[in-house]
């Protein structure tokens, strides 16, 4: 295995073992290690990751930067000297002090030709004592060359993950390679259902009778894993239904017609005679359905590959230790958990699976594949236990495609974002659509945009309820367009909700999009906030989509804002247009507000709800909203202004929705749940459920 980072991207590269654990008892490691490229830099083990009990997939993330759970790293440097590093310092985050060790033996420089073996050995002292040895060496006739011993040190310094570290110092362009690890010992615990991969995890989406699922799989060399098949469980037996090459961004598509929407079908990827990943698709729901709304999933709050500080400095909130489950919000159980128990049928992901700044730094090349790889990688760890029985519908949104917003502007190229635009190369933006949302169900005109970029807008029924996906980034107007006509859904788009609007009669009708189609949102002084991010921009081009889901009487559901809540659109009033709800973010760091600085006319008796003009003169009532536990101003009373990141989680209030359409009673429940309902056991966010007449929408 190589270390393959780009000049001044070499600084405390990791791969876990994600298998191995250290608890208690004598264990010994060892790998091979060379270098790849000459400077001041080190390769080795890091012992003891991720914060006791919780969950072990944090520790894949271990990065650079050093904090609580970081552990202890065992190495041989770019002189041959071996020793100690604590990665662990909340402050100083890359210097990682030299632990105190006993050397014997000295080194020589390393060189492009070595061959290395760096070993390990922990040895018990008492039950709360080990010590710890590594030495280096040559592996062509296995002389020891140099050793570095830790007499008696806290058990707890070891206890945890594994990692193998590949790290550049002091600016240089150093990179190492490893292979050939050993891990034995009774202070080792294999538990091999951690293993990750080839299969990483499934979405798909069945629709009268159409199968579509891409499998998404861990980089794999095409020598060694050139296909997969896809297999359902019929009549007592597995039929395949077909073998797909490994694509682009390492995924595999499948397209069967076919299916049997009247009972689950089980199913299985293989490859040869080896099941790599299975699940079931369920029967489509009757006589209603209960769709989860979930946006907005950031990886962590602070970075772990550079350094960050955190103090808690509002009232009630806590430090946010670097690789605890107090900073990394991944793998998400609690919302996850939380979504589960409200028995979803369908699961709706709005956009901003990942946020292209965490859990490590953004990759500003033209076409940052390995990097969206890796963070998108992580948000289909996390959500399989959904995926991998669930149909998903996934949109794509701004920080999927590492913009911080995005006008579309029909798919045209752009330096700037906010003139309109994709910033990032037209091939990358279609591997990020592919590899997010080819499952979702079939295109309703499918002729790619400006570029050649695909376009995602589709028209299906599903349990018994009637969906338009639309995509209210991809042709919205930029910023700076003057004498433009001011588009947000574009004429194709517009077009269709005019054809869906007749499309499944008798149905109740959802519309699936990206954004609230308004700007529901107040600064600190309470006032109207401007934000074109929002959909509230621009305002012709809402209107006319307002209308037109008026009169398909659809309901708009949608992510991206952070803060929750649901509003009926204004046409020639505030309240005689559609209602849209749209969940509070899972987990991210901005925080909005929706606190207008005085009671608003037309309130529910909730807080801050009723009638309510945006900056950009669109009315609309707020029928529930859902803001942090703290105000903006008092937030900059602690903390910097203009900033509005805050990262404790028990003080901003996030979540996911929940839309539960019953057709014997004609009517629909909107629930807004906290993202760690189950956990706490606490119930919705004040002002929800809502349930509403299928006549009202």
């Known amino acids: 295995m190589e270390c393959v980072a780009e000049p001044g991207m070499g600084v405390g590269r990791t791969v876990a073992l994600l298998t191995h654990e250290i608890r208690t008892g004598d264990f010994d490691l060892s790998v091979r290690t060379g270098t790849l490229a000459l400077g001041e830099g080190l390769s080795g083990f890091v012992l003891g990751t991720g914060v006791p009990g919780e969950d072990a997939r944090r520790r ?57 073996t760096l070993a390990v050995t922990c040895r018990t002292v008492n039950e709360t004592t080990v010590s710890l040895r590594v030495a280096v060496r040559r592996t062509s006739d296995d002389t020891e060359l140099t050793s570095a011993t830790i007499a008696a040190l806290p058990l707890t310094r070891v206890r945890g993950g594994i990692a193998l570290m590949s790290s550049s110092r002091q600016g240089s362009e150093s990179r190492y390679w490893v292979t050939g690890l050993s891990a034995t010992g009774s202070g080792l615990t294999v538990i091999p259902e951690r293993a990750l991969g080839p299969v990483v995890g499934t979405l798909f989406t069945s629709v009268a009778g159409v199968l579509r699922m891409t499998v998404q799989c861990m980089p794999v060399d095409p020598r060694d894993l050139p296909s997969v098949s896809l297999e359902v469980f019929r009549s007592g037996s597995w039929i395949r239904l077909g073998t797909k090459e490994i694509g682009p961004g390492y995924t595999a598509q499948f397209y069967a017609s076919g299916m049997d929407p009247t009972t689950p079908t089980g199913y299985r990827i ?6 790599f990943y ?34 808690a400095r509002l009232p009630g909130s806590v430090s946010l230790d670097l690789y605890s489950r107090r900073n990394i919000y991944f793998p998400h159980n609690e919302i996850v958990d939380s979504i589960t128990a409200q028995r979803p049928d369908l699961l709706v992901a709005h956009g901003d ?7 490590t730094r953004k990759d500003t090349s033209s076409a940052p594949e390995l990097d ?33 917003n995005l006008y579309g502007e029909g798919g045209i190229a752009t330096t700037d974002f906010r003139t309109g635009g994709y910033v990032k190369s037209a091939s990358w933006v279609n591997l990020v659509q592919r590899m997010s949302s080819w499952h979702n169900p079939d295109r309703f005109d499918p002729t790619p945009v ?48 005019g054809t869906w609007a007749n499309m499944h009669p008798g149905q109740p009708k959802v519309i699936l999009t990206g954004s609230t189609w308004a700007c529901v949102q107040t600064d600190a002084d309470g006032a109207p906030r401007l934000d074109a991010d929002s959909n509230g921009w621009p305002a012709p081009g ?30 020639d009033g505030f309240a005689d247009g559609p209602l849209q709800f749209t969940p509070p973010a899972g987990s991210t760091s901005f925080q909005r507000w929706f606190q207008p600085a005085q009671p608003l006319p037309n309130s529910t008796g909730t807080p801050d709800t009723g009638d309510f003009t945006d900056r950009f003169g669109n009315r609309v009532r707020v029928l529930a909203a859902v803001n942090p536990k703290f105000t903006l101003r008092q937030l900059w009373d602690h903390y910097p202004a203009p900033g509005q990141d805050f990262g404790d989680r ?44 299928y006549s009202a929408l």
Not at 353 to 359: D, W
Not at 666 to 693: D, H
């Open 372 to 404: 969206f790889l890796y963070k998108f990688l992580l948000w289909h760890w996390a959500m399989r236990p959904l995926t991998r029985r669930l149909p998903i519908v996934v949109l794509t949104d701004d920080h999927d495609v590492y913009q911080p």
């Open 60 to 116: 894949a993330l271990l990065g650079s930067a050093s904090g609580v759970g970081g552990g202890l790293i065992a190495y041989v440097d770019h002189n041959g000297a071996v020793g100690f590093r604590d990665h662990t310092p909340e402050g100083a985050q890359l210097n990682w002090p030299a632990m105190s060790a006993t050397a014997s033996g000295t080194g020589s420089p390393r060189s492009l030709d070595e061959d290395l």
């Open 353 to 359: 699976q990942l946020y292209e700044t965490s859990p």
């Open 542 to 571: 809402r209107m006319r989509a307002v209308k037109l889901a008026r009169a398909a009487h659809g309901l708009i559901v949608s992510g991206d804002q952070h803060v929750g809540h649901l509003v009926r659109h204004g046409i």
């Open 650 to 693: 028990n003080l901003k209030r996030e979540g996911f929705g929940l839309i539960a359409f019953d057709h014997a009673r004609r009517r629909v429940r909107i629930e807004c749940w906290p993202w760690n309902a189950t956990e706490t056991g606490a119930g919705q966010y004040p002002g929800w459920p809502v349930t509403v007449p």
């Open 270 to 275: 293989v490859a040869g005679d080896q099941t």
């Open 450 to 497: 400006a570029q050649g970029i695909t376009v995602g807008y589709a028209a299906f029924s599903y349990g018994g309820t009637s969906f338009a996906i639309v995509e209210d980034r991809k042709f919205k107007t930029g910023l700076i367009k003057p004498g433009a006509t001011p588009h947000l859904l574009g004429a194709r788009q517009e077009a269709f909700l």
């Open 278 to 311: 299975s699940g079931t698709i369920p029967a489509e729901p009757r006589g209603g359905i209960r769709i989860a709304s979930l946006n907005c999933l950031k990886a962590s709050h602070r970075p772990l590959d550079a350094p960050s500080a955190w103090q």
